[in-house]
Nanobody
Framework: QVQLVESGGGLVQAGGSLRLSCAAS????????MGWFRQAPGKEREFVAA????????SYADSVKGRFTISRDNAKNTVYLQMNSLKSEDTAVYYC?????????????????WGQGTQVTVSS
């Protein structure tokens, strides 16, 4: 079982940047594709970005393309989400999770239990 701990959220003005981190422990980190999801108040959790096991392939939701960048460091068992040009609509709790492939993550499939997430608040 993989345990996930998200960090790096905070309050930022529109147009600003944040870098989220997700530390994984348990099973072999590099065995999984990794992804970020978010849930805004009153809305369902949605896919944000995913990265393949090696880090060579990525996928993004249309709403964040060109603004967010996902990366991973398999030596540190950590996945990152660099968020630039933040908008008020990016306000949400951000979560990470794992799956067998980018495609699985993009359809909402996630293998691990959801962590507590990290709050991102963008003020306009």
């Amino acid at each position: 079982q993989v345990q996930l701990v998200e960090s790096g959220g905070g309050l930022v003005q529109a147009g600003g940047s944040l870098r989220l981190s997700c530390a994984a422990s348990g099973r072999t980190f590099s065995s999984y594709a990794m992804g970020w999801f978010r849930q805004a108040p009153g809305k369902e959790r949605e896919f944000v970005a995913a990265i393949s096991r090696s880090g060579g392939l990525t996928s993004y939701a249309d709403s964040v393309k060109g603004r967010f960048t996902i990366s991973r460091d398999n030596a540190k068992n950590t996945v990152y989400l660099q968020m630039n040009s933040l908008k008020s609509e990016d306000t949400a709790v951000y979560y990470c999770n794992v799956a067998s492939s980018i495609g699985a993550l993009a359809t909402g499939i996630a293998f691990a239990s959801w962590g507590q997430g990290t709050q991102v608040t963008v003020s306009s």
